[in-house]
């Protein structure tokens, strides 16, 4: 059984560039198609970005398009969300979780298993 597990959030002001980790025990990340999702204060939870097990397919919201990259290190058993020119829209919770494919992104999500999350606070 693979558990996911993300870190990396912190606060930074508008305009600068964070990397949020989600770092996986157990079975190889490898295999594992692997999302990131936020979820804002008194708002749904919904995709950011998604990557396929073979790293060769990437999805994004719209919102964070040309702003956001996801990406995978087999090794490190890690996938991370490169975040630069952060705004305050983007704060939020950020949360990593395993799928059978990539859902569309930018859309609410639902799901009871998910993980602490790693906060992300954008200051304007």
Known sequence: QVQLGESGGGSVQAGDSLRVSCTASGRPISSLIVGWYRQAPGKERKGV????????GTYYADSVKGRFTISRDSVKKTVYLQMNSLKSEDTAVYYCAKSSVCPKMGLPITGDNWGQGT??????
């Open 49 to 56: 970005s998604c990557i396929s097990a073979s790293g060769s």
């Open 119 to 124: 906060q992300v606070t954008v200051s304007s």
